[in-house]
């Protein structure tokens, strides 16, 4: 199975900081890796698929990177809204198996 | 409006099974498969299986793959996750996702239904 570690596990950032949070599979996954936002006692919510694309509708304050094994979320002037816990998601493995990263926990100093 | 319902919160016993549903609305129920998640408290999101609601063609974990079932009925656009064998273990959130794209991404996640195991 393709294991997924986020880091870091938890964060504390002021409003208007820049955040990053990487995530990192135990294979190459080429870019097929998808972060997710949750706020408490929510669903989570898609925030970037493939990688790097924003969906319709996602401030263009998310912005995702990497490929093959290494990739990177970054807030780029943190919100109070932000406040959540990031999962990143693999959906390389064939069969399709897909596994999560621990999550990552953001909140405001 | 892409919107996934699901049913209401269950309280079982251990040995018992559980049957949540996921009712899809606003798309075309038969191109979109349905994969379902589940959350323990304090733990991270676990991939249960998927169905292909065109032709009921499934796909589960391993970790799930004695126990679970994933159903659906087309004529009321609802897919169905049936566990057994409860233990407490399986106290968790469960979450219905439709999968998206090239990629696979989960857009959107039903609300979530909470399954109590106790004694």
């Known amino acids: 199975d393709i294991q997924m570690t986020q880091s870091p596990s938890s964060l504390s950032a002021s409003i208007g900081d820049s955040v990053s949070i990487t995530c990192r599979a135990s294979q190459g996954i080429s870019i097929y890796l998808n972060w997710y936002q949750q706020k408490p006692g929510k669903a989570p919510k898609l925030l970037i698929y493939a990688a790097s694309s924003l969906p319709s509708g996602v401030p263009s304050r998310f912005s995702g990177s990497g490929s093959g094994t290494d990739f990177t979320l970054t807030i780029s002037g943190l919100q109070p809204e932000d406040c959540a816990t990031y999962y990143c998601q693999q959906s390389y493995s064939t069969p399709r198996m897909y596994t999560f990263g621990q999550g990552t926990k953001v909140e405001i100093k | 409006q892409v919107h996934l319902v699901q049913s209401g919160a269950e309280v079982k016993k251990p040995g018992a099974s559980v049957k949540v549903s996921c009712k899809a609305s606003g798309y075309i129920f038969t191109n979109f498969g349905i994969h379902w998640v589940r959350q323990a408290p304090g733990q991270r999101l676990e991939w249960m299986g998927w169905?292909?609601?065109?032709?009921?063609?499934?796909r589960y974990s391993q970790k799930f793959q004695d126990r679970v079932t994933i159903t659906r009925d087309t004529s009321a656009t609802t897919v169905y996750m049936d566990l057994s064998s409860l233990r407490s273990e399986d106290t968790a959130l469960y979450y219905c996702a439709r999968v998206v794209g090239l990629h696979d991404w989960f857009d959107p996640w039903g609300q979530g239904t909470l399954v109590t195991v106790s004694s």
């Open positions: 169905i292909n609601p065109a032709n009921g063609e499934t």
